[in-house]
């Protein structure tokens, strides 16, 4: 398995933990795919990834690491909405998946770093829903046969 298939694996396993969250997928399928009894649902979609050569190896081993990303990455969260009571479930779960992220013990076995770039928590309601979106910017190393 690909050294990016694992951090985003890992990242979604500790995203599943979250108390309430009823659905997490990597990005395929759209926000507007999803069924209300899967509410709250987050949504991983992986954007750009930068590389940089960190060392040259002086060996052909395939877990020598020579390579470092940054790979930026959108949670998108959903909420059903129950009489316009949205804005504090999604400040509670724009806390919750910030607070995962950056304190899972599991994801900093894999990652170098990770933290939040920006949010955007009032994307309003939209045929009943509620979304939101936190970028966070996740750094890793791995070896550039196993990217």
Excluded: C
Excluded at 69 to 88: D, H, P, S, W, Y
Excluded at 96 to 122: F, H, Q, R
């Amino acid at each position: 398995m690909s050294a990016k298939k694992t951090v985003l694996d890992t990242i979604q396993t500790a995203l599943e933990t979250i108390s309430g969250v009823g659905k997490v997928v990597q990005y395929s399928e759209g926000l507007g795919e999803a069924d209300p009894v899967d509410m709250p649902a987050l949504y991983m979609r992986d954007a750009i990834v930068e590389r940089d050569r960190i060392a040259f190896p002086a060996s052909t081993l395939s877990t020598y690491i020579d390579m470092e990303a940054l790979l930026t990455l959108e949670v998108q969260g959903k909420l059903f909405e129950i009489t316009n009571q949205t804005a504090t479930p999604k400040d509670e779960y724009l806390g919750l998946v910030e607070k995962k992220l950056v304190s899972s013990t599991a994801v900093a076995g894999v990652v170098k770093d990770i933290y939040p770039v920006s949010d955007v928590d009032d994307e309003g309601v939209q045929d009943n829903f509620a979304t939101f979106t936190q970028t966070f910017e996740v750094w890793y190393h791995y070896n550039h046969a196993n990217p």
